[in-house]
């Protein structure tokens, strides 16, 4: 095989395994190649890595296993996105959540899983880290749960200038009576995907 080819193998298995990375052997094994061409390989990328100062990623050794990583100096902008994440899509549950709360604010999270019938810890976790939520106070008494509002990043990330332009729950809502969840969710997705 020629270095080219092998290199390029390389770095496809270290590419696919990510954050696990594979041992000199590990790699051998796989490509069926002697275990000292590896190494070799593995020592060529790690230069041409270094060496490119276009290139982002380099290779490390960790206990013996090769991965590849982003290159110490593009720590802030990676910082940017991890800080950063509401480009990403939200999911049904969180938007569903994030309805929830916009709605029926200030809620515990205790409230919101009786409406939804499903635990609703990691949605809120995911809504927080995002800004789009926010601990707004406590419920008095035992416990003292948390309550949750939602934020100006929320009105933001919508479009909205207040909370009051969100759009009315249909008519005939009784705010007391348990209603399905799918209300919530379809008519939050009906406002903002139009």
């Given at each position: 095989m020629n270095s080219k080819k092998l290199l390029s193998k390389i770095?496809?298995?270290?590419?696919?395994?990510?954050?696990?990375?594979?041992?000199?052997?590990?790699?051998?094994?796989?490509?069926?190649?002697?275990?000292?061409?590896?190494?070799?390989?593995?020592?060529?990328?790690?230069?041409?890595?270094?060496?490119?100062?276009?290139?982002?990623?380099?290779?490390k050794q960790l206990a013996g296993t090769y991965q590849l990583t982003t290159k110490p100096e593009m720590a802030d902008t990676i910082k940017k996105l991890v800080e950063n994440p509401t480009s990403q899509v939200l999911t049904t549950a969180s938007i569903e959540v994030l309805a929830i709360i916009a709605y029926k604010q200030p809620i515990t999270r205790i409230e919101v899983e009786d409406l939804r019938g499903v635990k609703s810890e990691r949605p809120i976790q995911?809504?927080?880290s995002r800004a789009l939520i926010q601990e707004v106070g406590r419920v008095e008494g035992t416990g003292r749960a948390i309550l949750y509002g939602t934020t100006k990043e929320f009105l933001n990330y919508f479009g909205l200038k207040e909370?009051?332009?969100?759009p009315p729950l249909p008519e005939g809502y009784d705010t007391e009576e348990e209603r399905e969840t799918d209300l919530f969710l379809t008519k939050f997705q009906e406002a903002f995907n139009e």
């Amino acid at each position: 095989m020629n270095s080219k080819k092998l290199l390029s193998k390389i770095e496809a298995l270290l590419f696919v395994v990510g954050d696990e990375g594979m041992t000199a052997r590990q790699l051998s094994q796989y490509l069926e190649v002697d275990l000292m061409d590896i190494e070799a390989g593995l020592s060529e990328l790690e230069t041409q890595y270094n060496e490119n100062e276009a290139c982002s990623i380099t290779l490390k050794q960790l206990a013996g296993t090769y991965q590849l990583t982003t290159k110490p100096e593009m720590a802030d902008t990676i910082k940017k996105l991890v800080e950063n994440p509401t480009s990403q899509v939200l999911t049904t549950a969180s938007i569903e959540v994030l309805a929830i709360i916009a709605y029926k604010q200030p809620i515990t999270r205790i409230e919101v899983e009786d409406l939804r019938g499903v635990k609703s810890e990691r949605p809120i976790q995911t809504l927080v880290s995002r800004a789009l939520i926010q601990e707004v106070g406590r419920v008095e008494g035992t416990g003292r749960a948390i309550l949750y509002g939602t934020t100006k990043e929320f009105l933001n990330y919508f479009g909205l200038k207040e909370i009051t332009d969100l759009p009315p729950l249909p008519e005939g809502y009784d705010t007391e009576e348990e209603r399905e969840t799918d209300l919530f969710l379809t008519k939050f997705q009906e406002a903002f995907n139009e």
